[in-house]
Nanobody, 121 residues
Framework: QVQLVESGGGLVQPGGSLRLSCAATGRIFRVYDMGWYRQAPGKQRELVASITSGVTPNYADSMKGRLTISRDNAKNTIYLQMNILKLEDTTVYYC???????????????WGQGTQVTVSS
């Protein structure tokens, strides 16, 4: 069973930084696309940043210039460095990875459990 485990959320002051991590475990053959999303209460989940091998990372306009997404293929892990955090960045952040499991030909996407980011003075 594939699982995505997130870490790194927490409380930070406006202007501060956080680094989120998301590690995929299980019988994984290869991870293809990876991304971070966020969802505020009562709103749709929105893409924050995505990264695919060989493709320039993509960032949401609302956070462009303040984010860096990176991946460690050997560890099936993605990271999201968030800088100059604002009050409106407060919400739950989710990771998503599209991958092939061992002995499986179907590309499947999995979600992390979510990690709370709170920006407050």
């Amino acid at each position: 069973q594939v699982q995505l485990v997130e870490s790194g959320g927490g409380l930070v002051q406006p202007g501060g930084s956080l680094r989120l991590s998301c590690a995929a475990t299980g019988r994984i053959f290869r991870v293809y696309d990876m991304g971070w999303y966020r969802q505020a209460p009562g709103k749709q989940r929105e893409l924050v940043a995505s990264i695919t091998s060989g493709v320039t990372p993509n960032y949401a306009d609302s956070m462009k210039g303040r984010l860096t997404i990176s991946r460690d293929n050997a560890k099936n892990t993605i990271y999201l460095q968030m800088n100059i955090l604002k009050l409106e960045d407060t919400t739950v952040y989710y990771c998503n990875e599209g991958l092939l499991e061992q002995f499986d030909l179907l590309l499947k996407h999995y979600w992390g459990q979510g990690t709370q980011v709170t920006v407050s003075s």
